[in-house]
C-alpha cells in the first residue's frame, strides 16, 4: 500500500505550504523541546510488573530537509505531496518498557528510576516443587520500514511497515492509528483509535516461556480520548486516558497478568 | 593639526584620534582654537574618502526582532578633511572632525532595518562616502511535522 501510494506523489519537499510555525508545520535545521509536567500512570500487564509513573515527559525533535528525529525515533522523508508523507524510520521495539523501568522509552514516556527490571515471576519465590524458568531479558530493538502518514480534513493517520532491524528477532510489527479531532472550542478534544500487530516472532521474543509457553500473533487495538487547552504561548494543559487491549497471542503469556494497558495522565506541557 | 572636534553624538566609545580629544581640551582651554578652517572640501571634495563600517551586517535569527551591537565606523582621506559621520534617519548620532585625515567611531546601536552611515561635509549638503550596516533576516524554511496518532501525545 505505501509503495503503491508512493508512486502517485512527487519527491519530498516540491509543494510545501508550510510558511510558518503552526500545529503542522515546524522549522527546518531547528531542535524543538518540550516537557510534559504532571501526574498519570501507565499500567505494566506483567505478573509482578510495576506500574510506570508519568510525572515528567520530554519530547524533543528536530526536522531537517528530510531527515528528522522525533523522540527515539529517526526518520527519513521520502516523499510529500499534498497531505501525504511517505517516510522511512527507524523506531524502537516498544514491550521492552514493561520489562525495564530504565528502557530509553520510559525516559519519554515517564519518569524512571534507577535500573529496576520488571522482571516477571510465576509462581512467588520458595515456592516448593515450583520449576524455576528464565525470565525473558528483552534487550533494546530497533524496528525499521516504511511509513505513510496523511491527513485528510481534520483527521490525521499513520501506517508503520515495521521488521526488526537488529537482528534480535527478525519479528515485524504494524502500526497503525487514526487522530480524529473531535470538538474544537476553547480547547480541542480528539480520538485516537488504532492498533499494533505484533507477528508471532515479536511475541514470542517478549513474552514466551521456554517450555510452557509459545505465542502466537497479536493485535493489540487502543483507543485514547485527549483534551487540550493551550494557557499561553509556551504552556498548554493536557489531558489524556488510552486503553489498549492486548491480543491473546500476548495476553495468554503465563507471565503477562492483565489484557489491556492503560494509560492516564493530566498535566501541563511547556514548549521551549 | 587638530583644531576642533564636535560631538553631539551618544558615543558608547569612540577612538577617533583620541589623542587629538586630548590635545583639543587642551587647546580649548588655552583658546587657541580660534581662527578655524570649516571647509569640508579642503581635502579635495572628499572623493578618495574611505568610510568602513564593522560589522557590516546583522543577521536577525528567530525570535529576533531587533540587533543590539556595537557598531565601529572608520573613515581615512589622502589629505586632511572637515567633516561629520551622519546615519539617515538618526538625527541623535552625529561625529564630526576637522582637519583630521582619518578617523573612527564606536557606537551601540539598536535596529531594525538597514543602517546607512555617511560622511559628509560640515555644512552636511555634500554626501563624501556613504556605506550601508545591512539587517538580513535569517531565512527559516518550514516543513510538516510527523503526523503520530499511535504516538502518547
Redesign the interface.
Known sequence: MIIAGLGQVHAA?NE?D????T????????WNFSV?LGAGVRTNPLVNGKDIPLVV?P?L?Y?G?RF?I??L?F?F?LA?RGGN?F?LIATPGYDRVYFYRSDLQNFF?GFPNAFEPGTPSLVASGTPGAIKVPPPAPRITYLAGPEW???YGPV???L?LLRDATGQNSGDEI?????IPLLKSVGTVSA?I?F?WKSAATVNYYYRVPILYSGSAAFDPFIKLGYTLPLSSKWRF?AFA?YERLGNGIADSPIVAAHGVA?VFVGA?YTF | MALRQFSWVRSIRSSAARGEIALGSVLLSLGLLFPLRTSAMSGGEGGDIRLELSPRICTLT?GNTQCDTVVHASWRAPGNESLCLIIVGRPDVKRCWEQYSEGSYSIELVFSTDLVFQLKDLGLQQVLASEVLRVIREA??????????????
Open positions: 519537499g510545501d508550510c510558511e510558518g510555525p500545529a503542522d508545520c515546524v522549522a527546518i535545521g531547528r510534559a515527559i519530547q525533535s526536522y530537509k528528522f522525533d523522540n525515533d526518520g522523508t510529500e508523507t517516510n514516556i502518514t496523511f491527513k490525521s493517520g499513520q508503520d502500526r497503525a492509528a487514526l487522530g485516537n488504532g499494533t493536557n488510552e494509560t506541557i | 528567530t527559516i524554511r518550514y516543513r510538516h511535522k510527523r503526523r503520530e496518532p499511535w504516538n502518547i501525545f
